[in-house]
T-cell receptor
Framework: ETGVTQTPRHLVMGMTNKKSLKCEQH?????MYWYKQSAKKPLELMFV???????ENNSVPSRFSPECPNSSHLFLHLHTLQPEDSALYLC?????????????FGPGTRLTVT | RKEVEQDPGPFNVPEGATVAFNCTYS??????FFWYRQDCRKEPKLLMS?????NEDGRFTAQLNRASQYISLLIRDSKLSDSATYLC?????????????WGAGTKLIIKP
């Protein structure tokens, strides 16, 4: 299934690097999300976009900067990350932002910060 | 107390057996509940929503107990392919209607 795609699938970066994660959804959805998943921890919601407008920022450090140019694309710009930021970053989309809508996830980007 | 709490497992179960696990949630005002499944190194996928009256989908049965604030998932006649981590998800009703709170998951291993 390729409803939600993410690139790159794996990323290793130093603490002084700048990189971007990309997410694209082909489902015609209006809402997109960034989640962080650390080992043995629950998914942590980072950002929510609905119709390209950011509607949620869960106290995420400014070293993570989201961008949503249209309803199909979502980016997460990374700069001066810390080793504790190493995790699986998952993008998801849904028809809308009501909790009754199923969220469809991309395969994730496994990020390692050295 | 965690907002959504699950036994991390792993639950080691022989093929064909019945297995059940629970998830407790802290917010009594929560209205929407889900079970997602996540295979190893894959993304989560919706398994089923949980309705007030309980619901069944093939070998899977989900129950909601509002009084005790837990939801359960029962898997009958388990298959090897059921091996995965099962994530309990609850909406954060008092804040915004799209804030889903995720449990850390229960790992299930079905053995031949």
């Amino acid at each position: 299934e390729t409803g939600v795609t993410q690139t790159p699938r794996h990323l290793v970066m130093g603490m002084t690097n700048k990189k971007s994660l990309k997410c694209e959804q082909h489902l015609g959805h209006n809402a997109m999300y960034w989640y962080k998943q650390s080992a043995k921890k629950p998914l942590e919601l980072m950002f929510v976009y609905n119709f390209k407008e950011q509607t949620e920022n869960n106290s995420v450090p400014s070293r993570f900067s989201p961008e949503c140019p249209n309803s199909s694309h979502l980016f997460l710009h990374l700069h001066t990350l810390q080793p504790e930021d190493s995790a699986l970053y998952l993008c998801a989309s849904s028809h809308g932002t009501s909790e009754s809508y199923e969220q469809y996830f991309g395969p994730g980007t496994r990020l390692t910060v050295t | 107390r965690k907002e959504v709490e699950q036994d991390p497992g792993p639950f080691n179960v022989p093929e064909g057996a019945t297995v059940a696990f629970n998830c407790t949630y802290s917010n009594s005002a929560s209205q929407s509940f889900f079970w997602y499944r996540q295979d190893c190194r894959k993304e989560p996928k919706l398994l089923m929503s949980v309705y007030s009256s309980g619901n069944e989908d093939g070998r899977f049965t989900a129950q909601l107990n509002r009084a005790s604030q837990y939801i359960s998932l029962l898997i009958r006649d388990s298959k090897l392919s059921d091996s995965a981590t099962y994530l309990c998800v609850v909406n954060k009703a008092w804040d915004s209607n799209y804030q889903l709170i995720w449990g850390a998951g229960t790992k299930l291993i079905i053995k031949p």
